[in-house]
Nanobody, 127 residues
């Protein structure tokens, strides 16, 4: 069982920035693609970004392209979501998830592909 722990959420003004972290201390993340998802009240869970297990491929939802960047540091068993120019519509609970792809360039925003999920962290964008 892979345990993922997210951190970095909070309250930020429109136009501000936050960086979310997704870490595990149990196993190496090298073999897992890391997806980022969000869910706002009354809405379905939305795929935001994914970074491949190799770190060489990324994909983003259209709503965040050019503003969000996914990265990872496998030596620290941690993945990151850097969020810039945040908008009120980015307000949601953000989740990271891991998909066992074993050193692949595959990326996917389908939540059903993911086996392990973090507990979520709240991001609120408001003035």
């Amino acid at each position: 069982q892979l345990l993922l722990v997210e951190s970095g959420g909070g309250l930020v003004q429109p136009g501000g920035s936050l960086t979310l972290s997704c870490a595990t201390s149990q196993y190496t993340l090298d073999y897992y693609a890391i997806g980022w998802f969000r869910q706002a009240p009354g809405k379905e869970r939305e795929g935001v970004s994914c970074i491949s297990s190799t770190g060489t491929s990324t994909t983003y939802a259209d709503s965040v392209k050019g503003r969000f960047t996914a990265s990872r540091d496998n030596a620290k068993n941690t993945a990151y979501l850097h969020m810039n120019n945040l908008k009120p519509e980015d307000t949601a609970v953000y989740y990271c998830a891991a998909d066992l792809t074993v050193l692949s360039d595959d990326v996917d925003l389908d939540p059903q592909k993911y086996d392990y999920w973090g507990q979520g962290t709240q991001v609120t964008v408001s003035s």
